[in-house]
């Protein structure tokens, strides 16, 4: 359907997947590129508002030096559907690394330079998969992340996209598109703080973050509080 409106020149947004081969995918693409045409998938992660600044910590020093990451989406699937399309790797191109997972790569794609795979394994005996891990390497510039992505539809997992560096980590959590989870030990005490101000007015980094993150005793900000 994708390739038809683009052949018409037509733009196009698509649900995922665009296709179920890579072959296929590749024909989009190039159609799109020699029309000039927009082709997008509907990725709506890398939009949200704490998006930006996930963005923005794990390219300072604010978190020290990256040490690792890790990103896990899964739930038992309760997901009203009239086809089975989530079961079928004719409509859906695999199981749930394709119909979650790629949400998942699309999202660490918006926040790392690159991504390179390491390993990967599942339990797909010949049908699609249920349960998958997925062993990566992020970049930032000339910097190397290694990094883990869990997706499932057996069972909950906490669902969190968290970056770990040697000075504090921050976290994603999938309930809240807003604000970010910035964990660090000061004085041998957890101060954990909850960082909802991405941007200013004029979209960069509010200046303050610097120091609020730098707090060495005594906060007193009512978004600060020690375990």
């Known amino acids: 359907v994708a390739m038809d409106f683009l052949e018409a020149g037509i733009h196009v947004l698509c649900e995922k997947p665009l296709a179920t081969s890579l072959k296929e995918a590749e024909s989009c693409v190039s159609q799109a590129a020699e029309r000039n045409l927009i082709l997008a998938v509907g990725m709506i992660r890398r939009f949200h508002r704490n998006t930006g600044l996930m963005q923005f910590l794990i390219r300072t020093n604010l978190l020290g030096n990256l040490q690792r990451f890790e990103y896990v989406d899964g739930q038992e699937h309760a997901w009203p559907s009239a086809t089975p399309f989530y079961f079928s790797r004719e409509q859906a191109g695999g199981g749930i690394f394709t119909t979650m997972g790629v949400h998942v790569i699309d ?121």
């Open 107 to 227: 999202h660490l794609l918006a926040c790392f330079d690159d991504l390179e795979p390491v390993s990967y394994a599942d339990d797909n005996f010949g049908g699609v998969e249920a349960d998958a891990c997925a062993r990566l390497r992020g970049r930032i510039d000339a910097r190397e992340i290694p990094g883990i992505v869990r997706c499932t539809n057996l069972y909950n997992l906490g669902n969190h996209f968290t970056v770990y560096g040697s000075e504090a980590s921050v976290t994603l959590h999938a309930e809240n598109t807003v604000a970010v989870e910035v964990r660090r030990s000061l004085k041998g005490r957890e101060l954990i703080w909850w960082v909802k101000d991405a941007q200013t007015p004029d979209g960069s980094p509010p200046d303050s973050l610097y120091f609020q993150l730098q707090i060495q005793e005594n906060p007193t900000n009512p978004d600060l509080r020690y375990l």
